[in-house]
């Protein structure tokens, strides 16, 4: 069973960036599709970014495209999510997940998921 594990949150300024990495401390991750879903205090949780199987296919939330980059390397098992030009309202904890089929940058439909990494976007 797959156990996807989150890196890369913190505090950073509004306008700042921060990378985000998603490894897999049990199971291969290249296996699955691969989600990044973030939830803010008293809010749905909700996609932010989605990469196919093979990396060629991605998704993104209206409200990070020209933002944020999804992107996966094969090689090294890992799943990133560069995330530029942040802001306040980007703050929330960010998961990454997995699905072993393929379809809607949805919660719903992903199965496997990590522990999250806060996000803090603030002056």
């Known amino acids: 069973q797959l156990q996807p594990v989150e890196s890369g949150g913190g505090l950073v300024q509004p306008g700042g960036s921060l990378r985000l990495s998603c490894v897999a401390s049990r199971g291969r991750l290249n296996s699955y599709e691969i989600g990044w879903f973030r939830q803010a205090p008293g809010k749905e949780r909700e996609g932010v970014s989605c990469?196919?199987?093979?990396?060629?296919?991605?998704k993104y939330a209206d409200s990070v495209k020209g933002r944020f980059t999804i992107s996966r390397d094969k090689a090294m098992q890992t799943v990133y999510l560069q995330m530029n030009n942040l802001e306040p309202d980007d703050t929330a904890v960010y998961y990454c997940?997995?699905?072993?089929?393929?379809?809607?940058?949805?919660?719903?439909?992903?199965?496997?998921w990590g522990r999250g990494t806060q996000v803090t976007v603030s002056s």
């Open positions: 997940a997995a699905r072993g089929t393929t379809g809607a940058c949805d919660p719903t439909y992903y199965v496997y």
């Open positions: 990469i196919s199987h093979s990396g060629d296919t991605t």
